[in-house]
Nanobody, 124 residues
Framework: HVQLVESGGGSVQAGGSLRLSCVAS????????MAWFRRPSGREREGVAA???????TYADSAKGRFTISRDSTKNTLYLQMGSLKPEDTAMYYC????????????????????WGQGTQVTV
Protein backbone atom coordinates (compact mmCIF):
# COMPACT_ATOMS: atom_id res chain seq x y z
CA HIS A 1 0.00 0.00 0.00
CA VAL A 2 1.30 3.43 -1.02
CA GLN A 3 0.52 6.70 0.74
CA LEU A 4 0.89 10.07 -0.96
CA VAL A 5 0.66 13.34 0.95
CA GLU A 6 0.60 16.69 -0.82
CA SER A 7 1.49 20.07 0.63
CA GLY A 8 2.37 23.56 -0.50
CA GLY A 9 -0.97 24.80 -1.74
CA GLY A 10 -2.36 28.20 -0.82
CA SER A 11 -3.57 31.52 -2.13
CA VAL A 12 -1.39 33.56 -4.44
CA GLN A 13 -1.87 36.57 -6.67
CA ALA A 14 -1.92 36.23 -10.42
CA GLY A 15 1.62 36.13 -11.75
CA GLY A 16 2.95 34.60 -8.56
CA SER A 17 4.58 31.24 -7.84
CA LEU A 18 4.01 28.21 -5.66
CA ARG A 19 5.80 24.92 -5.16
CA LEU A 20 3.79 21.84 -4.39
CA SER A 21 5.30 18.78 -2.77
CA CYS A 22 4.14 15.18 -2.52
CA VAL A 23 5.80 12.73 -0.17
CA ALA A 24 5.42 9.04 -0.84
CA SER A 25 5.58 6.33 1.80
CA UNK A 26 4.55 2.77 2.43
CA UNK A 27 5.33 0.12 -0.15
CA UNK A 28 7.12 2.63 -2.35
CA UNK A 29 9.50 2.17 -5.25
CA UNK A 30 11.39 5.02 -6.84
CA UNK A 31 10.82 3.35 -10.19
CA UNK A 32 7.17 4.40 -9.98
CA UNK A 33 5.81 6.97 -12.40
CA MET A 34 4.45 10.07 -10.70
CA ALA A 35 2.17 12.83 -11.85
CA TRP A 36 0.24 15.93 -10.87
CA PHE A 37 -3.43 16.33 -11.68
CA ARG A 38 -5.86 19.09 -10.84
CA ARG A 39 -9.61 19.49 -10.52
CA PRO A 40 -11.01 22.98 -10.98
CA SER A 41 -14.28 23.51 -9.18
CA GLY A 42 -17.15 21.98 -11.12
CA ARG A 43 -14.90 20.41 -13.73
CA GLU A 44 -13.26 17.08 -14.47
CA ARG A 45 -9.84 16.22 -13.11
CA GLU A 46 -7.10 16.88 -15.66
CA GLY A 47 -3.48 15.93 -16.01
CA VAL A 48 -0.88 18.64 -15.47
CA ALA A 49 2.53 16.98 -15.59
CA ALA A 50 4.15 13.58 -15.17
CA UNK A 51 7.64 12.26 -14.55
CA UNK A 52 9.12 8.82 -15.04
CA UNK A 53 11.85 7.18 -12.99
CA UNK A 54 14.51 8.24 -15.51
CA UNK A 55 13.45 11.89 -15.18
CA UNK A 56 11.55 12.06 -18.47
CA UNK A 57 8.73 14.57 -18.21
CA THR A 58 5.40 15.16 -19.91
CA TYR A 59 3.35 18.33 -19.63
CA ALA A 60 -0.15 19.39 -20.49
CA ASP A 61 -0.27 22.33 -22.85
CA SER A 62 -1.61 24.51 -20.04
CA ALA A 63 1.53 23.81 -17.99
CA LYS A 64 4.24 24.06 -20.61
CA GLY A 65 6.64 26.91 -20.01
CA ARG A 66 5.14 27.79 -16.63
CA PHE A 67 5.31 24.63 -14.49
CA THR A 68 8.20 22.29 -13.77
CA ILE A 69 7.79 18.79 -12.39
CA SER A 70 10.69 17.15 -10.59
CA ARG A 71 11.38 14.41 -8.09
CA ASP A 72 13.94 13.73 -5.37
CA SER A 73 14.29 10.00 -5.03
CA THR A 74 16.39 10.35 -1.87
CA LYS A 75 13.37 11.95 -0.19
CA ASN A 76 10.62 10.01 -2.02
CA THR A 77 9.24 13.41 -2.94
CA LEU A 78 7.60 14.82 -6.05
CA TYR A 79 7.50 18.55 -6.74
CA LEU A 80 5.57 20.91 -8.96
CA GLN A 81 7.07 24.36 -9.31
CA MET A 82 4.37 26.65 -10.66
CA GLY A 83 5.06 30.10 -12.01
CA SER A 84 3.18 32.86 -13.83
CA LEU A 85 0.05 31.61 -12.15
CA LYS A 86 -3.31 32.53 -13.62
CA PRO A 87 -6.81 32.52 -12.13
CA GLU A 88 -7.61 29.52 -14.31
CA ASP A 89 -4.94 27.54 -12.43
CA THR A 90 -7.20 27.61 -9.38
CA ALA A 91 -7.95 23.99 -8.50
CA MET A 92 -7.39 21.14 -6.11
CA TYR A 93 -4.05 19.61 -7.06
CA TYR A 94 -3.47 15.89 -6.64
CA CYS A 95 -0.38 13.74 -6.67
CA UNK A 96 -0.67 10.33 -8.35
CA UNK A 97 1.64 7.36 -8.80
CA UNK A 98 1.79 3.87 -10.20
CA UNK A 99 4.21 1.21 -11.30
CA UNK A 100 5.90 1.36 -14.67
CA UNK A 101 5.74 0.92 -17.52
CA UNK A 102 3.21 3.53 -18.52
CA UNK A 103 3.20 4.53 -22.20
CA UNK A 104 4.06 8.19 -22.54
CA UNK A 105 0.79 8.91 -24.31
CA UNK A 106 -1.07 7.73 -21.18
CA UNK A 107 0.96 9.52 -18.50
CA UNK A 108 -1.65 12.26 -18.07
CA UNK A 109 -4.65 9.91 -18.01
CA UNK A 110 -6.02 9.72 -14.45
CA UNK A 111 -7.42 6.21 -14.91
CA UNK A 112 -3.90 4.83 -15.28
CA UNK A 113 -2.98 5.68 -11.69
CA UNK A 114 -3.97 3.58 -8.67
CA UNK A 115 -2.38 5.65 -5.92
CA TRP A 116 -3.60 9.15 -5.09
CA GLY A 117 -3.07 11.78 -2.46
CA GLN A 118 -5.85 13.78 -0.80
CA GLY A 119 -5.03 16.98 -2.66
CA THR A 120 -3.90 20.49 -1.87
CA GLN A 121 -5.86 23.59 -2.85
CA VAL A 122 -4.32 26.29 -5.03
CA THR A 123 -6.20 29.57 -5.39
CA VAL A 124 -5.04 32.31 -7.74
Amino acid sequence: HVQLVESGGGSVQAGGSLRLSCVASGYWSNSNCMAWFRRPSGREREGVAAIEDDGSTTYADSAKGRFTISRDSTKNTLYLQMGSLKPEDTAMYYCAADEPPIPQSYLLYEHIYRFWGQGTQVTV
